[in-house]
């Protein structure tokens, strides 16, 4: 499956975004679904992630209260609100073969999108 993010941008700090990744070759129905993100001169670092059935998600505590991830039949979605300086990065989408739940390890995806840039100003 291609992944391919999008919706990124400059946004000054409080403000919102709404990235979108989007799937060819394969159904997102079959692949757990991730957002990470990765700042300059940093490691790439999980920011959320939601089960195949959209049922289950679970956050990375800097980000907890406020990102939003969902899910429909084509496109995952992360719903970015009350931006800070430090959320800055880019962002890739990924999709793992894990049949339950939500992953949290890099290890567990499979496959990668080719990243969205957030700025945001202080």
């Known amino acids: 499956v291609q992944l391919q993010a999008s919706g990124g941008g400059l946004v000054q700090a409080g403000g919102s975004l709404r990235l979108s990744c989007a799937a060819s070759?394969?159904?997102?129905?079959?692949?757990?679904m991730g957002w990470f993100r990765q700042a300059p001169g940093k490691e790439r670092e999980f920011v959320a992630s939601i089960s195949r059935s959209g049922m289950n998600s679970y956050y990375a505590d800097s980000v907890k209260g406020r990102f939003g991830i969902s899910r429909d039949n084509s496109k995952m979605y992360l719903q970015m609100d009350s931006l800070k300086p430090e959320d800055a990065a880019v962002y890739y989408c990924?999709?793992?073969?894990?049949?339950?739940?939500?992953?949290?390890?890099?290890?567990?995806?499979?496959?990668w999108g080719q990243g969205t840039q957030v700025t945001v100003s202080s």
């Open positions: 990924a999709a793992g073969t894990f049949r339950v739940g939500v992953r949290s390890a890099k290890s567990a995806y499979d496959y």
């Open positions: 070759g394969r159904t997102l129905s079959d692949y757990g």
